[in-house]
């Protein structure tokens, strides 16, 4: 790089090479120094809807190459770890023990995505759910059926690594320079399956259709994790189990793991016409013009705090749950997110006074709730549905004539106001209305609720130190999502990668830097 230049703005149907060609001339250097030109960021300014920008951020490339690839130390020290869960915190974490020379054994309940997919297609068929293989539950991760996300609040240097790595592995691009980057649910299988056979390459073991049933632990430490009757010899533990391993969570209680309430949150899916979603953001001109909008809403005015999380542009809602009796949703969107509808959970902040039943009081608490949702519904995994006119009045006097429900096991009208707990379904009323008046059109009657969404974070967290080991058992290592420590792909990935660069720092006294 010779240099980079920041807030290149441009119009939005501008093509690369005038973005280039601009870029070049700001640099005031000779074309003959220049080699090429990268973009390394790229977002919308879309506050004046008659002129939308691109905000460029590019390097100027002189061709010589000054990045370094991390150098690895090779252990070959015949550890084995347990890596229990092969969502994103488990698959970076076991990548990255195996480029060490550990030997990664990994536990995945659920199956191999393809099969995975059939497991999701006969609950949306034949009402006919797997608990070990769902939409929480296989290879991938909760994540894999929910758009791919990949923006994050965190900052840590290794998200850059974790866009390398997608894209060394299959998935789009322009994630590595994208203000909002997603892979999209019909591509991270690819990716997330490339994956996995580069661990077995380089010799880590991944074992499907495993749930891990007990960890042995002798004087203070982990020596085998039980699977199908088996018990396999292991030095260390990660617990990478995602928000929705709810037997494991108590396995790991009455075991005397450390762990802690911490707050969640839930609510509902509301559904708008995607193109209603795109004028509001981009304006009548520009809406035809431009990929699907996203948005990102949130409000305190309800005194709790009530948010949107994971917005799926074009996408539908999926049946998630992972137990008989329950019903829970998710949303998701293909890469091109040109359905007809847009989607997005909103929340309600949980706090752990809420909950009264122990350690785990927040995960009978949503229990609860998705067992009254699926009884409300009929009891074979449709889901409640309202308009939100209905849902502030009370009753399902509404039919959906503008925005129709998209979720694909099928829906059954229902006041969600008797599922929820009052002061969720208050703060989501009025949260509604204050972010309909910062997106045009969020708090319209026609727009459709199902009910109910849940798994938003775990509501737990798993106690550790300051070397990601457990409080309790000193070679176990809680990380990720399940654990409390992560909310999203890229978060969980990170720490994934983190938890494997504490163990291999552990046998070999280096501290890698990516």
Not at 279 to 286: I, R
Not at 388 to 397: N, R
Request: aromatic share 8%.
């Amino acid at each position: 790089m010779i240099m980079k230049i920041d807030n290149i703005k441009m119009p939005v149907l501008a093509s690369e090479s005038e973005l280039f060609e601009v870029a070049i001339k700001k640099s005031r250097l000779k074309r003959s120094a220049i080699k090429g030109v990268k973009i390394l960021k790229k977002s919308l300014d879309a506050r004046d809807k008659n002129d939308l920008k691109y905000v460029y951020s590019v390097e100027i490339l002189d061709g010589k190459e000054r990045s370094k690839n991390p150098v690895f130390p090779n252990c070959s020290n015949g550890k084995k770890i347990g890596v229990i869960g092969f969502g994103p915190c488990g698959i970076f974490c076991a990548l990255y023990l195996a480029k060490c020379g550990l030997t990664p054994i990994v536990f995945e309940r659920g199956k191999k995505v393809d099969e995975r997919q059939k497991s999701v297609n006969r609950l949306i068929n034949d009402k006919i759910l797997d608990e070990n293989s769902n939409i929480q539950f296989g290879e991938g991760g909760a994540g894999t059926f929910s758009d791919g996300k990949l923006n994050t609040g965190t900052s840590s240097p290794l998200i850059k690594r974790v866009l390398k790595d997608f894209v060394e592995f299959g998935a789009p691009k322009d994630i590595e320079w994208l203000a909002k980057p997603h892979i999209g649910s019909d591509n991270l299988p690819k990716v997330v399956s490339a994956m996995r056979r580069e661990i077995e390459r380089l010799g880590g073991e991944i074992k499907f259709d495993s749930k891990v049933d007990d960890i042995k632990i002798v004087n203070g430490r982990a020596v085998s994790v039980r699977s199908n009757g088996v018990d396999y010899p292991v030095d260390d533990v990660v617990i990478a189990i995602g928000h929705s391993a709810r037997d494991t969570f108590y396995m790991l209680k009455d075991k005397g793991f450390e762990m802690e309430r911490k707050a969640f949150a839930m609510g509902v899916r509301i559904e708008h016409l995607k193109r209603d979603i795109d004028v509001a953001q981009y304006g009548e001109k520009y809406a035809n013009l431009l990929p699907s909008a996203d948005y990102r809403l949130a409000t305190k005015k309800a005194g709790r705090g009530v948010f949107t999380f994971c917005m799926c542009p074009g996408g539908f809602v999926m049946p998630s749950a992972s137990e008989q009796g329950g019903v829970v949703t998710n949303g998701m969107s293909l890469y091109a997110r040109d359905g007809v509808n847009s989607n997005s959970a909103v929340l309600c902040e949980v706090y752990p006074e809420d909950f009264l039943d122990g350690v785990l009081g927040g995960v009978e608490l949503q229990r609860r709730i998705e067992r009254l949702a699926f009884t409300s519904a009929g009891g074979d995994y449709s889901a409640p549905v309202q308009t939100f006119k209905d849902f502030l009045d009370g009753g399902t006097k509404t039919p959906f004539t503008t925005v129709k429900p998209t979720y694909s096991a099928g829906f059954t009208p229902f006041d969600l106001n008797k599922i929820l707990p009052k002061y969720i379904s208050e703060s989501l009323k009025i949260g509604i209305l204050d972010m309909g008046n910062k997106l045009k059109g969020f708090s319209a009657p026609q727009s459709v609720l199902t009910g109910v969404e849940t798994r938003s974070s775990s509501p737990v967290r798993i106690l550790r130190n300051v070397s990601g080991q457990s409080l309790t058992v000193v070679n176990v290592y809680p990380a990720g999502e399940g654990c409390g420590y992560a909310g999203g792909i890229m978060s969980a990935a990170v720490d994934g990668i983190k938890t494997a660069l504490n163990i291999v720092e552990k046998y070999t006294g280096i501290k890698v830097e990516i």
